[in-house]
């Protein structure tokens, strides 16, 4: 019988309804248009809200007595089919176990070194060998050119030490010879004031300027000849020098590059990139293949339930193990058991809210005919004519 019979019955049975309802309000303020029509706004969206949540909760309701219904069909599968339903979900239980593994060990190179290494895949290995050959070539080439320069050091030290030796010879020479001079004069003299016989005098200081001026020619002799050869040396050794300047120029140039291209600081580091490279495509590829297992075995798992009568296959998928934990599947059964309540909660709740404004309308219009205008346009526009 519609809301509307009401308006036909009451003419022939004014009788009060004698239930008492909540949303009741005083009759003085209904006789205010205002209050009047927010009162039955009020009742009439209450109504409209209970319908809904009353039919999304069926609705759920359902649903959950949908998993309850297949967790008893899962029950009840022979042993022979539950023990390939078990494999299926252990498959994927594991597989997704892997998967996650994976995914919590973080790359250990950057985006730039990966791409570097992708660009010269198939010869990194030549690259890696090529890099360490020429770091190892690097240091010899320093080490020559140490070695070289301290040569030079030591040749030039040797230079500086017989030219400073050759000038303090000169100046002693030219002492020597100033003093034979000297000495010479003063004999002169005394031969002629004294007439003495001054000989052999003389002819020693003769002899000694001799011997003087042959030690002072035969040391600048050998001076002047290691100098020569000193220079010589010195001169090969800068020519060394240069040479091995320009290797370790040319040499440092292509770590420079290949360090800068590799976005490496050595050999070492681009090996444990390629290392960490081939860690991550394997990753990957395992990766790749569990996602394609894993959907294989849903298909297979999906496909074994639905053999079984199983209404929603796809929600097992994510809970694969209640399917292989017996105490699970009690969990799973107890958590639809308190959803399922909750929800009978809910609708016993709102079929009492909407009792409640129903009734507050049916006591309205019982009580108030006058206002029967008012009270059918408010509920058509809500939709309640079938209420």
Known sequence: MGFFDLFKKRK???APVKEKD??????SALNDRQARMAF??????????????????????????GYLSDIQKIDAVKPEERKEINESANRIINLNNERRAMQHTPPKITIAQRYAIEQEEEGIEAEIKKLAENEAYKGLVENDLKVLEDERDSLDQKINRNISKTEFNRKILTLATVFIGIALIFLIIARIRTGSDVTLVFALVVAFGGLCALYFFLVHRRMLKDTKMNEAMLGRAITL?????IKYVNVTNVLDYNYEKFHVSGSQDLSFNWKEYNRIVEEERRFQKAEQLIDFYDDDLRKRLKACGVADVGIWVY???ALVDAGEMVEVRHRL?????????????????????VLALRSFVVKHPEYEFDTK???ERYGLTNQ
Do not use: G, H, P, W
């Open 12 to 14: 022939a049975d004014r």
């Open 22 to 27: 909540k949303n009741a309000v005083s009759e």
């Open 40 to 65: 039955l706004e009020s009742n009439c969206e209450i109504i409209v809200a209970a319908d809904k949540q009353i039919l999304e909760s069926r609705k759920e309701y359902e649903v959950v007595t």
């Open 241 to 245: 020098i240069n040479k091995t300047k």
């Open 319 to 321: 809970q694969c193990e």
């Open 337 to 357: 058991n308190v959803r399922r309540q909750k929800l009978r909660k809910a609708i016993d709740f709102n079929n009492q809210q909407k009792k409640s404004a």
């Open 377 to 379: 346009l408010v509920m």
